[in-house]
Structures are given as structure tokens and as C-alpha cells.
């Protein structure tokens, strides 16, 4: 049983920065594939980003060059690193990790105001 909690959501304006954290239960941390998707109001939950236990990033073509996951596998988080915000990145944001199965956190919500 692997368990996530997302911080670092809020309110901010078009330009702006935020940093997403996201803090994982159990021991094999490394050894997880984490990422990070969203989901906006009326729309389904979409992809933004992953990284892998070997550190290898893939990232939807929304996020490239404005976002940036990263890990720390010592303190068992999750990193997503957002600059440049849009209105259209208003979304709740979903850490997941995949280990034998999917598992989610309970999501963090971004609002960008134009």
C-alpha cells in the first residue's frame, strides 16, 4: 500500500510560479514510477509529467519547457516545478505513483488568474 499527499497547490497569477510537492509512504520509494497529472473542471484527467526510477523525465507537450518533475528519494517526494502558469493550466493536480498498480493522492488544486 503506497500513500501520496500533494501540497504547494494555491492561487497565483498568469506568469507566475508554483512548486507541487508530493510526499509517498513506503520503503521502496526509488523504486516507483511517479507523475503527475491534472484534471479541470469538465475535462478528464489528463498527463503532465513522469519520472522514472532512473531518473528519465517524459513530460505532455503542454508542460515542456515551463514545467520540471524532479525526486528526492531520500525524502520520499515528488517534485513539479511550474513556471510561465497559464490560465489553462487551472486544474486539480493528481500525484500518482505505479507500483504493480496505479496509486493517487487526494489532489491539490492550481488556479491561475489572467
Known amino acids: 500500500q503506497v500513500q501520496l499527499v500533494e501540497s504547494g497547490g494555491g492561487l497565483v497569477q498568469a506568469g507566475g510560479s508554483l512548486r507541487l510537492s508530493c510526499a509517498a509512504s513506503?520503503?521502496?520509494?526509488?523504486?516507483?514510477?511517479m507523475g503527475w497529472f491534472r484534471q479541470a473542471p469538465g475535462k478528464e484527467r489528463e498527463f503532465v509529467a513522469r519520472i522514472s526510477r532512473s531518473d528519465g523525465t517524459s513530460y505532455a507537450d503542454s508542460a515542456k519547457g515551463r514545467f520540471t518533475i524532479s525526486r528526492d528519494n531520500a525524502k520520499k517526494t515528488v517534485y513539479l516545478q511550474m513556471n510561465s502558469l497559464k490560465p489553462e493550466d487551472t486544474a486539480v493536480y493528481y500525484c500518482?505513483?505505479?507500483?504493480?498498480?496505479?496509486?493517487w493522492g487526494q489532489g491539490t488544486q492550481v488556479t491561475v488568474s489572467s
Open positions: 513506503g520503503r521502496t520509494f526509488s523504486t516507483y514510477v
Open positions: 500518482n505513483a505505479r507500483v504493480q498498480r496505479d496509486y
